[in-house]
């Protein structure tokens, strides 16, 4: 079983990383071309204007100071302030707000995944080089090939505008109350039991967690066919049939988990792709999430939000990672030694 | 052959292409079907990329106002592709097809500017993954052969560069350049040095094991000699995997930057900027083809490297499992 010394060995492994990764969003900020008092103050202030916020912001303090005060914010989850749109409203509430929406998004489009993902790949290594195999192989490919922003579009045109199934974009319509309880509406509108209202939220999430979830199956049954193969001519594998346990049970009982460890790492890995994948997938979808959020805010110069959203993603990008190292550990037991 | 010819002489006896012919590699690349697929594929991809450049655009300093900007008046503008019957657009004559993908907005011929966009995809590609190649190899081999506190240098900031997901730091990253396509790609190339950098420092310690290495270093080789004589070789498989699968995923995040506006700027042959105007202006008036055939394009080209290094992963190690994401 996992051993706490693994554990804690991989949690120090974690400190360097992070600081490193807040030290380049540190230099982020402050290799960003103009000047962040000017655009918090607006093109048309004065000059005596612009330096008293210069002042305010501690810019004209020497960087190593600046530097120190920023890890101390990153430590406490203070990001600053909003620049622009919403501007003066703390990062980290703003960040809350947005978070919900990218994480139920990312995580059906996941379900989806190792739910097709994991039977296609074991059923396509159990018949290898049949019919059904090659399809799962060619339509994996495929799957990983297709850009979301043109899959989404081209779902969008067929479900939504042809077929007028579900709707274009948005999370949730304008009839409808949005809770706003934990965040993620399907949820939310159940909890209130507004039956319509989840309905509507979940015909607005059809197509962008379909678009992420293909992607996610893709990468999953590729992984799982290549994983199932090599544990399929394993001595432990024969032992088990030659026993006269039945072929399904044999594949499900000691093909499985065996199978399964390096899967949970490209679960993990591709967690990060799938956040990439969000702030596509809510871009060609119009969704109001951490994507969006960051997109805007480049565009914008709204330096403390891209700051905030590339330090969360990059903190939950490793957080994943490690937990998927647990996971390893413990499906793996000699892993940790 | 005496123990004494080492590889030394073995290389200058064989030459590269030598060793590559008598390796299974090739032969088990070329019984793979899908592998072949890529290829051809590719091939293709190439072969309508040159066309697009020199022949349809053609010079030295190409003249590209027919693609960039619009020659309002010669075309109908919105204009569907052959044979669509769109309601209120008069149907191309099929025997007389100007237009086989239609026109967009500012009645610019679709195909012209999609058959450009192959050559854009796969010059700013070659760029983008040569240049990660060659900074990682280098890298890595760096950090394999020196170790300790070089190792650790080098491998810790590429900890900290892969702590991100691609796109995002990608993103992060533009918003310091600012939003160009050379940005776009100066940012992927920063995000893609330091898997290079892990594969072939992975490749470049096993061969640093090997006896013969060893052997070459009592016979008073250089540094820079056993690197380029030795580790480079007998590394190179892992580093072409890497940089096929990798120009699949270049060519489709150089797109997605300009999809979302920070690559290519609107107005750009590019197939991420067509399919951005593509979605945005004509998506809900249905006009499909204007982000149909950008998409298309794109999607098969990533196709064809994925099926290609796909077999060429398979082909150099059938137990080899390492994904990228």
Same mark, same amino acid.
């Given at each position: 079983?996992?051993?706490?010394?693994?554990?804690?060995?991989?949690?120090?492994?974690?400190?360097?990383?992070?600081?490193?990764?807040?030290?380049?969003?540190?230099?982020?900020?402050?290799?960003?071309?103009?000047?962040?008092?000017?655009?918090?103050?607006?093109?048309?202030?004065?000059?005596?204007?612009?330096?008293?916020?210069?002042?305010?912001?501690?810019?004209?303090?020497?960087?190593?100071?600046?530097?120190?005060?920023?890890?101390?914010?990153?430590?406490?989850?203070?990001?600053?302030?909003?620049?622009?749109?919403?501007?003066?409203?703390?990062?980290?509430?703003?960040?809350?707000?947005?978070?919900?929406?990218?994480?139920?998004?990312?995580?059906?489009?996941?379900?989806?995944?190792?739910?097709?993902?994991?039977?296609?790949?074991?059923?396509?290594?159990?018949?290898?080089?049949?019919?059904?195999?090659?399809?799962?192989?060619?339509?994996?490919?495929?799957?990983?090939?297709?850009?979301?922003?043109?899959?989404?579009?081209?779902?969008?045109?067929?479900?939504?505008?042809?077929?007028?199934?579900?709707?274009?974009?948005?999370?949730?319509?304008?009839?409808?109350?949005?809770?706003?309880?934990?965040?993620?509406?399907?949820?939310?509108?159940?909890?209130?039991?507004?039956?319509?209202?989840?309905?509507?939220?979940?015909?607005?999430?059809?197509?962008?967690?379909?678009?992420?979830?293909?992607?996610?199956?893709?990468?999953?049954?590729?992984?799982?066919?290549?994983?199932?193969?090599?544990?399929?001519?394993?001595?432990?594998?024969?032992?088990?049939?030659?026993?006269?346990?039945?072929?399904?049970?044999?594949?499900?009982?000691?093909?499985?988990?065996?199978?399964?460890?390096?899967?949970?790492?490209?679960?993990?890995?591709?967690?990060?792709?799938?956040?990439?994948?969000?702030?596509?997938?809510?871009?060609?979808?119009?969704?109001?999430?951490?994507?969006?959020?960051?997109?805007?805010?480049?565009?914008?110069?709204?330096?403390?939000?891209?700051?905030?959203?590339?330090?969360?993603?990059?903190?939950?990008?490793?957080?994943?990672?490690?937990?998927?190292?647990?996971?390893?550990?413990?499906?793996?037991?000699?892993?940790?030694? | 052959?005496?123990?004494?010819?080492?590889?030394?002489?073995?290389?200058?006896?064989?030459?590269?292409?030598?060793?590559?012919?008598?390796?299974?590699?090739?032969?088990?690349?070329?019984?793979?079907?899908?592998?072949?697929?890529?290829?051809?594929?590719?091939?293709?991809?190439?072969?309508?990329?040159?066309?697009?450049?020199?022949?349809?655009?053609?010079?030295?300093?190409?003249?590209?106002?027919?693609?960039?900007?619009?020659?309002?008046?010669?075309?109908?503008?919105?204009?569907?592709?052959?044979?669509?019957?769109?309601?209120?657009?008069?149907?191309?004559?099929?025997?007389?097809?100007? $237009?086989?993908?239609? &026109? =967009?907005?500012?009645?610019?011929?679709?195909? %012209?500017?999609? #058959?450009?966009?192959?050559? +854009?995809? *796969?010059?700013?590609?070659?760029?983008?993954?040569?240049?990660?190649?060659?900074?990682?190899?280098?890298?890595?081999?760096?950090?394999?052969? $020196?170790?300790?506190? &070089? =190792?650790?240098?080098?491998?810790?900031?590429? %900890?900290?560069? #892969?702590?991100?997901?691609? +796109?995002? *730091?990608?993103?992060?990253?533009?918003?310091?350049?600012?939003?160009?396509?050379?940005?776009?790609?100066?940012?992927?190339?920063?995000?893609?040095?330091?898997?290079?950098?892990?594969?072939?420092?992975?490749?470049?310690?096993?061969?640093?094991?090997?006896?013969?290495?060893?052997?070459?270093?009592?016979?008073?080789?250089?540094?820079?000699?056993?690197?380029?004589?030795?580790?480079?070789?007998?590394?190179?498989?892992?580093?072409?995997?890497?940089?096929?699968?990798?120009?699949?995923?270049?060519?489709?995040?150089?797109?997605?930057?300009?999809?979302?506006?920070?690559?290519?700027?609107?107005?750009?042959?590019?197939?991420?900027?067509?399919?951005?105007?593509?979605?945005?202006?004509?998506?809900?008036?249905?006009?499909?083809?204007?982000?149909?055939?950008?998409?298309?394009?794109?999607?098969?080209?990533?196709?064809?490297?994925?099926?290609?290094?796909?077999?060429?992963?398979?082909?150099?190690?059938?137990?080899?499992?390492?994904?990228?994401?």
């Amino acid at each position: 079983m996992t051993s706490k010394r693994f554990i804690l060995k991989r949690l120090l492994l974690l400190v360097p990383v992070l600081l490193g990764v807040a030290t380049l969003v540190f230099a982020i900020l402050h290799l960003s071309p103009g000047n962040p008092a000017r655009v918090i103050a607006g093109a048309r202030a004065s000059e005596a204007f612009v330096q008293r916020i210069e002042n305010d912001l501690g810019l004209n303090d020497p960087i190593w100071i600046q530097y120190g005060r920023f890890l101390g914010d990153v430590v406490t989850f203070d990001f600053g302030r909003s620049y622009t749109v919403r501007q003066g409203t703390p990062v980290s509430t703003v960040l809350q707000t947005f978070f919900p929406t990218t994480l139920e998004l990312a995580l059906l489009g996941q379900l989806f995944g190792i739910l097709i993902g994991l039977p296609l790949g074991v059923l396509s290594a159990v018949k290898q080089d049949s019919l059904t195999d090659h399809f799962t192989r060619i339509g994996a490919l495929a799957g990983i090939s297709v850009p979301i922003f043109w899959s989404g579009p081209l779902l969008i045109m067929l479900f939504a505008v042809q077929l007028d199934l579900v709707p274009t974009s948005g999370r949730l319509g304008v009839a409808y109350d949005n809770p706003e309880i934990t965040g993620l509406i399907t949820v939310d509108t159940l909890l209130v039991g507004d039956i319509p209202a989840f309905v509507d939220a979940a015909q607005h999430l059809a197509l962008p967690a379909l678009v992420i979830g293909i992607y996610a199956t893709a990468l999953i049954s590729r992984m799982m066919r290549s994983s199932m193969l090599e544990v399929i001519r394993q001595d432990y594998m024969r032992t088990a049939r030659a026993k006269g346990q039945g072929a399904k049970i044999t594949v499900m009982k000691h093909g499985f988990r065996n199978a399964l460890i390096p899967v949970v790492t490209i679960i993990g890995i591709q967690f990060g792709s799938l956040l990439g994948g969000a702030v596509l997938t809510e871009t060609v979808f119009n969704i109001r999430g951490i994507g969006t959020l960051l997109v805007e805010a480049i565009q914008s110069g709204d330096y403390p939000v891209v700051q905030g959203t590339v330090l969360l993603f990059a903190l939950l990008f490793t957080l994943v990672n490690l937990g998927v190292d647990i996971t390893y550990s413990y499906l793996d037991p000699r892993i940790d030694q | 052959m005496s123990t004494e010819t080492t590889s030394e002489e073995h290389t200058s006896e064989r030459g590269l292409v030598d060793r590559l012919f008598a390796s299974p590699f090739l032969t088990d690349l070329l019984s793979n079907r899908l592998a072949l697929i890529g290829l051809g594929i590719i091939g293709m991809l190439v072969v309508v990329a040159l066309y697009a450049r020199f022949v349809m655009i053609g010079g030295l300093t190409p003249d590209l106002t027919p693609i960039v900007s619009s020659k309002l008046g010669t075309a109908p503008s919105m204009q569907g592709p052959c044979g669509s019957s769109k309601v209120g657009q008069s149907i191309q004559n099929a025997g007389n097809c100007p $237009y086989p993908f239609g &026109t =967009d907005i500012q009645a610019r011929n679709i195909f %012209d500017r999609v #058959l450009y966009g192959s050559w +854009l995809a *796969l010059k700013w590609g070659t760029v983008t993954v040569g240049i990660s190649t060659v900074l990682g190899v280098g890298l890595g081999t760096l950090a394999a052969y $020196y170790g300790d506190v &070089t =190792d650790n240098v080098i491998m810790r900031t590429m %900890d900290v560069l #892969l702590a991100f997901p691609s +796109l995002l *730091l990608a993103l992060a990253l533009v918003a310091i350049f600012g939003p160009s396509l050379t940005n776009a790609v100066i940012a992927l190339v920063l995000v893609y040095t330091p898997r290079f950098a892990r594969v072939v420092r992975g490749a470049a310690l096993k061969v640093l094991e090997d006896e013969y290495v060893d052997a070459t270093v009592a016979l008073g080789a250089t540094d820079p000699r056993i690197l380029v004589k030795h580790v480079l070789p007998n590394s190179l498989a892992p580093i072409t995997v890497q940089s096929t699968l990798n120009f699949g995923l270049a060519i489709i995040d150089l797109a997605a930057l300009s999809f979302l506006g920070f690559g290519a700027q609107a107005g750009t042959p590019s197939w991420g900027a067509m399919l951005s105007e593509g979605v945005n202006y004509g998506l809900l008036s249905g006009q499909w083809w204007w982000s149909f055939f950008p998409g298309l394009f794109l999607a098969v080209t990533v196709l064809g490297f994925n099926l290609l290094g796909d077999g060429m992963r398979d082909a150099l190690d059938p137990r080899m499992r390492e994904t990228v994401d």
